[in-house]
């Protein structure tokens, strides 16, 4: 033995020639648990612990739900049916003149009848009011003044009807690439945002939009500069937000519907 050992003697000794050798200490043991689980006969804790002779077969992959026609119709989608749009084929002749020819038309839209409710009400108004000013003038014979009226009248008849004809030729149009507003009767004006700009999309409804289906559509875009992005009194605000997130998303469901997909063009 080397004197500079410091294990000192015995060092070497085997660990069977030790009669203390693998002496445990009965108060550091802790209690003995059964090779079993303890909690055997609690049906919240049944489940058997797993062994290496356990074989789990882990090439099962995940299967995707299917569904059939019928129990697609029958899915509760907010309380009633779902409603699409219907996809038309051809543009109006106003609106056929803004496309160019590789541009997939998907549909326009009138703004909703509610965009007249204020010329309307107005001209209503001034029939009424102008009409028993014009009787009651008649009645103390001043005839200069019920011509002012009946000028005054037709002045606002004729402001109400261009507002009807600016309603009609005002359109929201969508294409497989951007959204458009067309307005005015004789200075035209043209709005557009493409669909690859616009970052995000919400329409808002009142409580009367809600009763009478319309809505405001607002657009966010990239750029600072938007020539689009309010559009006000829309109908069907709902199916035409989806309308144009299925476009934004979705290119292909839509080709399919109209069945002008790609590989049919080619062929």
Do not use: C
């Not at 919240?44 to 612990?49: F, M, Q």
Request: hydrophobic fraction near 35%.
């Amino acid at each position: 033995m080397d004197p500079g050992d410091p294990r000192g003697e015995g060092a070497r000794r085997p660990q069977d020639d030790d009669d203390s050798f693998g002496w445990r200490d009965p108060a550091g043991d802790g209690p003995d648990y059964p090779d079993g689980d303890l909690f055997d006969d609690d049906p919240a804790y049944g489940r058997r612990r797993r062994s290496a002779d356990d074989v789990f077969d882990e090439t099962d992959e995940y299967q995707a739900p299917s569904f059939t026609a019928e129990e697609l119709e029958g899915l509760d989608r907010g309380g009633g049916p779902r409603r699409f749009l219907p996809l038309e084929d051809e543009p109006t002749t106003l609106v056929a003149r803004y496309l160019f020819p590789t541009e997939r038309y998907r549909g326009e839209w009138k703004r909703h009848w509610i965009h007249l409710a204020k010329p309307i009400g107005i001209g209503a108004a001034a029939t009424l009011i102008l009409g028993y000013l014009a009787g009651f003038l008649t009645k103390q014979n001043i005839n200069g003044l019920v011509t002012v009226a009946v000028l005054i009248w037709l002045g606002v008849i004729s402001w109400v009807a261009w507002e009807v004809f600016d309603w009609y030729f005002d359109r929201f149009i969508l294409t497989n690439k951007r959204v458009m507003v067309v307005n005015g009767i004789i200075t035209r004006k043209v709005a557009m945002m493409p669909l690859l700009r616009v970052t995000d999309m919400k329409y808002e409804q009142s409580a009367l939009g809600r009763m009478l289906s319309y809505g405001t559509f607002v657009l966010e875009s990239a750029g600072q500069d938007q020539a689009l992005r309010e559009v006000k009194h829309l109908p069907n605000p709902n199916e035409l937000y989806l309308r144009v997130v299925e476009e934004m998303y979705e290119p292909q469901a839509v080709e399919a519907r109209l069945g002008k997909d790609d590989e049919g063009d080619d062929a």
